[in-house]
């Protein structure tokens, strides 16, 4: 009998002894770390799309802002205008995009008179969108020359500014073909991007506020009548600010003051 239990006994014990090692081993298993190293995750990048009627000369400007942030998609295809606004928006019916730029110029054509009601109701209409719009009267090329000469509104013929590019830039290292390929070369956006030392300021900053001068006194009642002006300067503004945290973003009234 005491055999009996003996045996029992140790019976007993064994089955403790695995139940308290079985028992440890889950603690360790629910204490150690796991060596699977959690995903990060990812905030998706914001993607803007600008939408341009010239194949060259926008597209390659806009091309060389290098943003960390943002994924910029600059692009042209030759559409102009309304066809520029549907194009973005067919774009945009592939994509989704978290903005969207239609960049044009008001082209005045003497043979076509039907221009002026265009590009005003191109306007209207990428507003109507929620599209931002950046144009130019008479064309892009305006916005690059006031970043070389101070001038205020009023006509200035297309056929000038090519002239006036390159009398600015030759001297610095940089040309402007635009008869020929039409793009903003690496020289000539450098050269847009540098300090004036004439005025100790970036070239850049002071176009922004040139155009915004210009800008900020017209009524915008009716764009096609409105030369020379461009709000490209908005969009510009906005990419240099992209990758700037918000906090210490000067604003346009004070970069112009």
């Known amino acids: 009998m005491k055999m009996k239990d003996k045996n029992a006994e140790q019976r007993e ?3 403790k002894h695995l139940a308290s090692l079985k028992e440890s081993k889950q603690n360790r298993r629910r204490k150690e770390p796991s060596l699977n190293r ?3 995750t990812l905030t998706p990048r914001k993607v803007i799309l600008i939408a341009c009627e010239g194949e060259n000369t926008e597209p ?7 943003i960390k942030s943002v994924d910029i998609e600059p692009i042209g295809d030759g559409y102009s205008h309304l066809s520029l606004v549907d194009w973005a928006t067919k774009k945009a019916s592939y994509k989704e ?3 969207i730029w239609v960049v044009f ?3 005045p054509k003497p043979d076509n008179p039907n221009w002026k009601q265009n590009f005003n109701q191109a306007i209207w209409k990428a507003q109507g969108l929620n599209y931002k719009v950046g144009y130019s009267h008479q064309a892009f090329e305006y916005w690059l020359i006031l970043h070389f000469e101070n001038h205020q509104g009023g006509s200035m ?3 000038d500014y090519d002239a006036k590019l390159n009398d600015y830039i030759n001297p610095l290292g940089a040309t402007y073909e635009g008869k020929g390929d039409k793009k903003v070369s690496k020289e000539f956006f450098e050269i847009l991007m540098s ?3 004439d005025i100790g300021k970036k070239r850049v900053e002071t176009a922004i506020c040139r155009a915004k001068t210009i800008y900020d006194r017209l009524p915008h009642n009716n764009f096609a009548d409105e030369e020379s002006s461009t709000s490209v300067f908005l969009l510009v503004k906005e990419l240099l600010d992209m990758d700037i945290p918000k906090s210490k973003r000067v604003a346009l009234e004070d970069i112009c003051n």
Not at 60 to 66: C, D, E, P, T
């Open 60 to 66: 390659s400007y806009f091309r060389q802002f290098k």
């Open 97 to 99: 995009y978290d903005e």
């Open 195 to 197: 300090e004036d030392p």
């Open 38 to 40: 959690k995903r990060a």
């Open 157 to 159: 013929p297309r056929t």
């Open 13 to 15: 014990n064994k089955k």
């Open 105 to 107: 110029d008001a082209d």
